[in-house]
T-cell receptor, first 113, second 113 residues
Framework: AQSVTQLGSHVSVSEGALVLLRCNYS??????LFWYVQYPNQGLQLLLK??????LVKGINGFEAEFKKSETSFHLTKPSAHMSDAAEYFC???????????FGQGTELSVKP | ETGVTQSPTHLIKTRGQQVTLRCSSQ?????VSWYQQALGQGPQFIFQ???????GRGNFPPRFSGLQFPNYSSELNVNALELDDSALYLC????????????FGPGTRLLVL
C-alpha cells in the first residue's frame, strides 16, 4: 500500500536560511510524487511534481526536490527562505497519473525574521 | 489561480442533516476528485469521477456520494451528517493533456454541530 511520511510536523528557519522539508514514501510501483503548499484558509497549490523524468525537479517560488529511489525520498529544499514561504507543506504520492493522491500529514514551515 | 471554484466557502449543519457541496472545473478537465481534510491532517481521498462515472473510491461510507456533470461541474453529497464530518472539503480536477496534475479549489469548510 502507498504511504507518505513527512518527518517533522513543524520546521522553523530564519529568513535567508536553507529550507529542508523531508518526505519518504512507499509505493509498489514507480511513483508520481508531488509537493503542495497550503496557505491559511486556502486550498492546495502545486509546487512541483516528479513523473519519472529528471530526478531533480524545479518548481515555483525557488523550490526544488530530488527523487532518490534508493532512499525512497523526495525532500523539498529552497536555498534561502522568505517570510512569504510560511505555510503548510504536503508531500503526496500516486501510483497512476491522475489517480488518487495519498498525502502526508503535512509540515508547517515558520520563517523567523 | 487554478480555475477550480467551490461553493459555498463555509457551511454550518447539524448532526443528521444532509449537505451538498459544489465544484466547478475548467473546460476540458474531465476528471474530478474530492478530498476531506480534517483539522491538522493531510487531505484524504473520498472518490474520483471521470466522464460522469465513479472511477475510484477511498475508505468512506456510502453516505458520501457524488455526481459529475457534462459542464465540468460536480457535487459531493453527504447524508446523515456526523460530528466527525466537520472538515475542509477539497475538489481537484485534471485534464488528459496533463493528467498527472490535479488542480485544487479553495475548499468548503463544513462544521457539523
Amino acid at each position: 500500500a502507498q504511504s507518505v511520511t513527512q518527518l517533522g510536523s513543524h520546521v522553523s528557519v530564519s529568513e535567508g536560511a536553507l529550507v529542508l522539508l523531508r518526505c519518504n514514501y512507499s509505493s509498489s510501483v514507480p511513483p508520481y510524487l508531488f509537493w503542495y503548499v497550503q496557505y491559511p484558509n486556502q486550498g492546495l497549490q502545486l509546487l512541483l511534481k516528479y513523473t519519472s523524468a529528471a530526478t531533480l525537479v524545479k518548481g515555483i517560488n525557488g523550490f526544488e526536490a530530488e527523487f532518490k529511489k534508493s532512499e525512497t525520498s523526495f525532500h523539498l529544499t529552497k536555498p534561502s527562505a522568505h517570510m512569504s514561504d510560511a505555510a503548510e507543506y504536503f508531500c503526496a504520492v500516486s501510483e497512476v497519473p491522475g489517480g488518487k493522491l495519498i498525502f502526508g500529514q503535512g509540515t508547517e514551515l515558520s520563517v523567523k525574521p | 489561480e487554478t480555475g477550480v471554484t467551490q461553493s459555498p466557502t463555509h457551511l454550518i449543519k447539524t448532526r443528521g442533516q444532509q449537505v451538498t457541496l459544489r465544484c466547478s472545473s475548467q473546460s476540458g478537465h474531465n476528471t474530478v476528485s474530492w478530498y476531506q481534510q480534517a483539522l491538522g491532517q493531510g487531505p484524504q481521498f473520498i472518490f474520483q469521477y471521470y466522464r460522469e462515472e465513479e472511477n475510484g473510491r477511498g475508505n468512506f461510507p456510502p453516505r458520501f456520494s457524488g455526481l459529475q456533470f457534462p459542464n465540468y461541474s460536480s457535487e459531493l453529497n453527504v447524508n446523515a451528517l456526523e460530528l466527525d464530518d466537520s472538515a475542509l472539503y477539497l475538489c481537484a480536477s485534471s485534464q488528459l493533456a496533463d493528467k498527472e496534475t490535479q488542480y485544487f479549489g479553495p475548499g468548503t469548510r463544513l462544521l457539523v454541530l
